[in-house]
Nanobody
Framework: QVQLVESGGGLVQAGGSLRLSCAAS????????MGWFRQAPGKEREWVAT????????SYADSVNGRFTLSRDNAKNTVYLRMNSLKSEDTAVYYC???????????????WGQGTQVTVSS
């Protein structure tokens, strides 16, 4: 069992930066791949990025590639999503998730956080 709590969201101007954190409880955190997803009002939840259990592999959606960076600290049971050059279209609720496989599909993730709001003003 893994419990996830996101933090770091807020209001930022376009072009600005934010760093989201996802703190996990449970001794098996380091065995899970971690993903970030987001959901804008009226839209489906979409994949943003994934990091492998070791942190050695990362993947990003085309819409954020080159602007977002995903990292993890297994000693602290925490995953970080650094978001630079934010755009108004990045506005959404951001969720972190834990899964056994390295995937971009929602259904492959077993545990989810409650989400944190990111609002980018233009």
């Amino acid at each position: 069992q893994v419990q996830l709590v996101e933090s770091g969201g807020g209001l930022v101007q376009a072009g600005g930066s934010l760093r989201l954190s996802c703190a996990a409880s449970g001794r098996t955190f380091s065995s899970y791949a971690m993903g970030w997803f987001r959901q804008a009002p009226g839209k489906e939840r979409e994949w943003v990025a994934t990091i492998s259990w070791s942190g050695g592999s990362t993947s990003y959606a085309d819409s954020v590639n080159g602007r977002f960076t995903l990292s993890r600290d297994n000693a602290k049971n925490t995953v970080y999503l650094r978001m630079n050059s934010l755009k108004s279209e990045d506005t959404a609720v951001y969720y972190c998730a834990a899964g056994e496989g390295y995937s971009s599909r929602l259904k492959d993730y077993d545990y989810w956080g409650q989400g944190t709001q990111v609002t980018v003003s233009s």
